[in-house]
């Protein structure tokens, strides 16, 4: 297996029947090989820099009916929040006081906020935090809107492809998504110069290896520059409340493989791994991760934070202290920025 690992960093690919065994018979020492990997190919590309990201979930409606999603439109029990522009601007500059410039505006797919709009939240927000990073994360926009958001300076663009397997891709999501459409999406950011980032979920029901390996391929050949990965984490109220959570440890083992594919990709490490795994995003750090997403805990913003329900299935996510996560990523002998 070390050697399945040696030529997957040597030439950032393996045949399918490779990689299936490197999944198939995952184990201790080939964990901690890969790892080692992993780290040396982001302390060489990233010089052990881990970025962090404050997000900011400026809305929690949304048009589609994902079955795995808690902000699923038919999931009446979800509680629905959308933030102003103000709020927004408040949030980026409480991560600002914290020394934190990189925000990720996020929602799920809502039609409210027009392309104006949006444009008024980044003015709003470049404004208030100079030389502030944003990715965004909206949902399925116009190509329009794309171009626009992207010369109002927004940097990079999220849009999970979910499952690169037609059929899977269909037992999970409504039938109103097309897997064709997301890809084509996909493209259409890429061209418009966005770093554009795409992931799926392990462990989400009907997957197999091979549903597995499709995905990474998929990332592989769009040549992700940011990849967003999570378990999958039964949230209540929606079709897959009684599945079993996705493996966190796959899934840090897949991102680790993914970084020896796409050494110059931003990798996130994201708060849902900490549904799974006890330290979750650390755990992903020491798998290659280089970028750490946190949610803020601020006095003034948090009853809004209750609002939007800071919750994933079962479980329920402490705020972060970005000072402890900091510490986290220092202790592990990486800088953060
Ligand atoms: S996964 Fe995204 S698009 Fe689907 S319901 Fe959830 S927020 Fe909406």
């Known amino acids: 297996m070390d050697e399945l690992v040696n030529k997957l960093m040597a030439t950032g690919n393996l045949e399918s029947g490779e990689f299936t065994e490197l999944l198939k018979f995952r184990n201790i020492e080939t964990t901690e090989y890969l790892y ?18 404050g997000r900011v979930p400026i809305s929690s409606y949304c048009k589609y009916d994902c079955k795995m999603c808690g902000l699923r ?49 980044l003015n709003a927000v470049r404004g208030a935090v100079k ?15 794309y171009q626009r958001w ?47 980032g795409t992931g799926f979920l392990i462990g989400i029901p009907y997957q197999g290896i091979s549903n597995v390996l499709e995905d990474i391929q998929f990332i592989k050949s769009f040549g992700a520059s940011i990849i967003d990965m999570g ?5 209540r109220h929606t079709p897959f409340e009684g599945e079993r959570s996705g493996n966190g440890d796959m899934t840090t083992y897949i991102l680790a493989i993914l970084r020896l594919m796409l050494p110059d990709a ?4 994201s708060p849902t791994l900490d549904c799974v795994l006890g330290q979750g995003r650390m755990q992903a750090v020491q798998a290659g991760a280089d970028a750490v997403i ?19 299935g079962r479980f329920i996510l402490p705020l ?7 510490g986290q990523i220092m202790a592990m002998g990486l800088d953060s920025d």
């Open 131 to 145: 030389g502030c990073s944003i990715i965004l994360a909206l949902g399925e926009k116009t190509e329009s809107a």
């Open 73 to 121: 439109r038919d999931n009446q029990f979800a509680k629905r929040f959308r933030m102003d522009t103000m709020l927004i601007v408040d949030c980026c500059r409480e991560y600002a006081r914290n020394g934190i410039t990189n925000f990720l505006l996020e929602s799920g797919d809502d039609l409210y906020y027009t392309e104006q709009q949006v444009d008024g939240i």
């Open 231 to 235: 378990a999958f984490v039964p949230a």
């Open 36 to 53: 080692e990997k992993a780290c040396s190919v982001r302390q060489k590309v990233k010089k052990d820099i881990i970025k962090i990201w």
């Open 320 to 326: 972060d202290q970005v000072d402890e996560v900091r």
């Open 294 to 312: 946190v949610d803020l805990d601020v006095k003034t913003i948090i009853e809004s934070y209750s609002v939007y329900e800071r919750k994933n």
């Open 266 to 269: 931003v990798i996130f490490a």
């Open 150 to 196: 992207y010369q109002n300076g927004a940097a990079g663009y999220l849009l999970r492809h979910g499952s690169a397997n037609e059929q899977h891709f269909r037992k999970i999501y409504p039938s109103n998504m097309s897997l064709l459409l997301r890809k084509q999406q996909l493209w259409q950011l890429k061209k418009i110069g966005y770093q554009v």
